[in-house]
Nanobody, 116 residues
């Protein structure tokens, strides 16, 4: 069984920064893609950014130039550095990990609130 533990969320004023972390633990053979998604109240869950095992990144146009995804394979951890935060970035942020043999695993979600 694999568990994901997310941390780093919270409240910040517009223009501020936060760094999210998501650490995977348990029975891990290998990790393929690691990513972050978010869901605002009344909206569908959307992709924020994904990073492959080779470091290739795909990110949403709404966060380009402001958010940076990275990973530490030795620690089975993915990060999301969020700068220049806007009120519209307020959402529940979810980590998702694609595991070889085990498939996709989601984190429990972590709240990010940006005030104007």
């Amino acid at each position: 069984q694999v568990q994901l533990v997310e941390s780093g969320g919270g409240w910040v004023q517009a223009g501020g920064s936060l760094r999210l972390s998501c650490a995977a633990s348990g029975s891990i053979f290998s990790i393929n893609d690691m990513g972050w998604y978010r869901q605002a109240p009344g909206k569908q869950r959307e992709l924020v950014a994904i990073i492959t095992s080779r470091g290739r990144i795909t990110d949403a146009s709404s966060v380009k130039g402001r958010f940076t995804i990275s990973r530490d394979n030795a620690k089975n951890t993915v990060y999301l550095q969020m700068n220049s935060l806007k009120p519209e970035d307020t959402a529940l942020y979810y980590c998702k990990v694609d595991l070889t043999l085990a498939g996709n695993v989601w984190g429990q979600g972590i709240q990010v609130t940006v005030s104007s």
